[in-house]
């Protein structure tokens, strides 16, 4: 039986002792990170991964690929995520997959499932729900996971969450944050976290091939309604052209947010067979809506969803439609 334990978009705290509950009684943990990841899913994993090993609780963390973030590899047991599933399992945790496909595979439906997540897309997939759409982060639910049951943090496990809450929160600078936001990245600090070290290892290692790539993505920029709605889009040829990853141009959509003018943008690229759409707004534009019409999701003011589709100007109209019909 499902147990969701949210109260007026607030979570129940007792979740977190039947979560612990639950992983204690297991015999073998997968951790799961969602499709496409990022800082927020790896560290989470990673900060529960850390926890475990250190406790001798058996565990993988799992994606579905191989292709994961390098430049996270400085968390400990990032080199231990592994794209094949053990054999044997009697409990899965997800961490920041704001829907059930995000997982990227179907679970036997007798394993139980926590489900750790901060998207305001997510429809409570799990036995065990601790979904809060008011976090900054997953990470920081994590965090709330470990101090509600007075689990030590040690200097890794308070890297990682650190890692998972400053990425998130595009360097603290979104709404999600709060002052409790900031007393537990104090406290992560005290733990040994260091904030300069982390931001030198996530902003100071890019590739050359970002800034081959960047300049022809910027330069596809359109906009409309007056400059308040703004595309660009990244092609398979340019990847071929610079070298450049998928996440050497993700920057790009930012800086198009960065603009005064600019109230919606969306970046389209080919990911897997796929034209991929990430969207951001200001203000109090629910671009998850948005993400929803094509089975994606996300939070207010940034989502995404992929279109089954590899004609980038066929899925850029149907996502401008949408958009279009929010002015209406």
Not at 23 to 38: A, C, F, G, Q, W
């Amino acid at each position: 039986m499902k147990k969701d334990f949210i109260v007026s978009n607030k979570i129940d705290m007792s979740c977190y002792t039947q979560a612990l509950e639950l992983i204690e009684k297991s015999r073998y943990i997968l951790i799961i990170t969602h499709v496409n990841p990022d800082a927020d899913t790896i560290s989470s994993a990673l900060a529960l991964s850390i926890f475990f090993h250190e406790n001798k609780i058996k565990h993988k963390v799992f994606n579905v690929s191989s292709d994961l973030p390098e430049n996270l590899n400085f968390i400990d047991r990032f080199d231990k995520i592994t794209d094949q599933l053990p054999k044997f399992f009697d409990l899965a945790i997800s961490v920041d997959c704001g829907t059930y496909p995000r997982l990227g595979l179907k679970l036997d439906p007798s394993i139980p499932l926590i489900n750790f997540d901060h998207h305001k897309s997510n429809n409570n997939f799990g036995m065990i729900n601790i979904v809060d759409p008011q976090k900054s982060s997953t990470a920081e639910i994590v965090y709330d996971f470990f101090k509600h049951n007075g689990l030590y943090i040690t200097k890794s496990s308070a890297t990682a969450l650190y890692v998972g809450i400053y990425d998130d929160s595009l360097a603290f600078s979104l709404g999600r944050c709060d002052e409790l936001t900031f007393d537990k990245v104090n406290f992560l600090v005290q733990c040994g976290a260091s904030p300069s070290g982390i931001a030198n290892k996530l902003l100071r290692r890019d590739s050359l091939a970002k800034y081959r790539i960047i300049p022809k993505v910027l330069d596809s920029l359109e906009l409309y309604k007056e400059g308040e709605v703004a595309s660009i889009i990244a092609t398979q040829e340019w990847f071929k052209q610079t070298g450049a990853h998928n996440r050497d141009c993700e920057d790009a959509l930012d800086m198009i947010m960065s603009m005064a003018i600019v109230k919606i943008a969306f970046f389209a690229r080919i990911v897997e067979g796929k034209t991929r759409i990430s969207i951001r707004s200001k203000d109090k534009t629910d671009v998850s809506k948005i993400a929803g019409y094509f089975d994606g999701g996300g939070h207010y003011n940034a989502a995404g969803c992929s279109i089954n589709t590899t004609n980038i100007e066929e899925a850029k109209q149907l996502v401008l439609k949408e958009i279009f019909e929010l002015y209406e």
